[in-house]
């Protein structure tokens, strides 16, 4: 079975600074997509960014980027320069090919002016 | 883009009654989804759908039924509602047919309450 782990329930960014939303998951299967995810206070779920695990360069968005370490199994979302509009909810998610996407519990981001 | 759209952002409803959620998409996406999230619970997935008249049921079906008459809408129903069903509820619809790489595009939500 697959397991999203996202160990930080809330964190502190200022405002202009880059951030990392730590993401650790576990499957056994050597095919798999990795997914984030933003749902501000309003709660719609936005797709923010993709990685594959044959994927051989981390995939970038924008200020979003996803640090893929397939060996530690790890996910890190990092948001460059961010902005007030970032304080959010965000989701590490995880799917092997079947119809079930596992979501993590989330972490919190605050952006401080 | 991808526009998933919920019938209603809030609704307020009584113990006993029929709800109907409603979910239209409007890029010919095969997948559909409903979900519900609850805090400390995360997204749970209720139902599924790859197709017109096809579903499947997801980790909490109980107490929920859904319908899938055209391919762009997906309807969640709570037969008859109980106030433990209280929750945020959120429909996704997605492209591919149970590939990795499928990315699931959500509605704004319904937060639902059972009075």
């Known amino acids: 079975a697959q397991k999203i782990t996202q160990t930080q329930p809330g964190m502190f960014v200022q405002e202009k600074e880059a951030v990392t939303l730590d993401c650790t998951y576990d499957?056994?299967?050597?095919?798999?997509?990795l997914f984030w995810y933003k749902q501000p206070s309003s709660g719609e779920m936005i797709f923010l960014i993709y990685q594959g695990s044959y994927d051989q360069q981390n995939a970038t968005e924008g200020r979003y980027s996803l640090n893929f370490q397939k060996a530690r199994k790890s996910a890190n979302l990092v948001i460059s320069a961010s902005q007030l509009g970032d304080s959010a909810m965000y989701f590490c998610?995880?799917?092997?090919?079947?119809?079930?996407?596992?979501f993590g519990a989330g972490t919190r981001l605050f952006v401080k002016a | 883009d991808v526009k998933v759209t919920q019938s209603s952002r809030y609704l307020v409803k009584r113990t006993g009654e029929k709800v109907f959620l409603e979910c239209v998409q409007d890029?010919?996406?095969?997948?559909m989804f409903w979900y519900r999230q609850d805090p400390g619970l995360g997204l749970r997935l209720i139902y599924f759908s790859y197709d017109v008249k096809m579903k499947e049921k997801g980790d909490i079906p109980e107490g929920y039924s859904v319908s899938r008459e055209k391919k762009e809408r997906f309807s969640l129903i709570l037969e008859s509602a109980s106030t433990n069903q209280t929750s945020m509820y959120l429909c996704?619809?997605?492209?591919?047919?149970?590939?990795?790489?499928?990315?699931?595009?959500f509605g704004p939500g319904t937060r639902l309450t059972v009075l």
């Open positions: 890029m010919d996406h095969e997948n």
């Open positions: 996704a619809s997605s492209l591919r047919t149970l590939s990795s790489t499928d990315t699931q595009y």
């Open positions: 499957t056994s299967d050597p095919s798999y997509g």
């Open positions: 998610a995880i799917n092997t090919g079947g119809f079930k996407t596992i």
